[in-house]
């Protein structure tokens, strides 16, 4: 496979459940972020993951932990989220933070979320 | 801070009619811009950049932007509008300072008619 690669590509879950959003790039990058797309709000960086380091924590809360094992992998786990956390996540990632800024992002799919 | 401003979230064109989505950017700092496209139920595809280097970017599928500093704005044009180009269009905005983060506007969604 190549590009990036999100999982699962929908997610209907109740608000005490636990449950884990898993991303995968095939690209040899190493930075990785996580990205929430609410309906008529603009995109909103949640977390950001430099060489497996986190570089940035947009003031997200709690209920949503970050994980990245390696360059290749990152993971968004879930816990007790409220109706208002549904939205498409999205993953991105870039050869580095810096030539984030001179090639731009590569996107996965992304995964619907719905909290019931 | 960087800041991205759309005008219009919704645009709607004839096929064959020009595509103008408006994109103006607040930075500090000489900026990147970026455009993005997004198809239903899919993720962010990146149309053109641009990086301090020529102003008039050209990118996929026929659309260009040109930086205008004067003007804090980075408008993307295609001169004539296909059906396919229906999809929803995100400016973005990053600079050096404030650890490289990428801020994106609201998106337009453009609809073609036939």
């Known amino acids: 496979e190549t590009g990036v690669t999100q999982t699962p590509r929908h997610l209907v879950m109740g608000m005490t459940n636990k449950k884990s959003l898993k991303c995968e790039q095939h690209l040899g990058h190493n930075a990785m972020y996580w990205y929430k797309q609410s309906a008529k709000k603009p995109l909103e960086l949640m977390f950001v993951?430099?060489?497996?380091?986190?570089?940035e924590n947009n003031s997200v809360p709690s209920r949503f932990s970050p994980e990245c094992p390696n360059s290749s992998h990152l993971f968004l786990h879930l816990h007790t989220l409220q109706p208002e956390d549904s939205a498409l996540y999205l993953c991105?990632?870039?050869?580095?933070?810096?030539?984030?800024?001179?090639?731009?992002?590569?996107f996965g799919s992304g995964t619907r979320l719905t909290v019931v | 801070a960087q800041s991205v401003t759309q005008l219009g979230s919704h645009v709607s064109v004839s096929e064959g009619a020009l595509v103008l989505l408006r994109c103006n950017y607040s930075?500090?700092?000489?900026?990147?811009l970026f455009w993005y496209v997004q198809y239903p139920n899919q993720g962010l595809q990146l149309l053109l950049k641009y990086t301090s280097a020529a102003t008039l970017v050209k990118g996929i599928n026929g659309f260009e932007a040109e930086f205008k500093k004067s003007e804090t704005s980075f408008h993307l044009t295609k001169p004539s509008a296909h059906m396919s180009d229906a999809a929803e269009y995100f400016c973005a905005v990053s600079d050096r300072t404030g650890g490289f983060k990428t801020i994106f506007g609201a998106g337009t969604r453009l609809f073609v008619k036939a």
């Open positions: 993951y430099n060489f497996k380091e986190q570089t």
């Open positions: 930075s500090s700092v000489p900026p990147y």
């Open positions: 991105a990632s870039s050869q580095d933070i810096g030539q984030g800024l001179d090639y731009g992002y590569t």
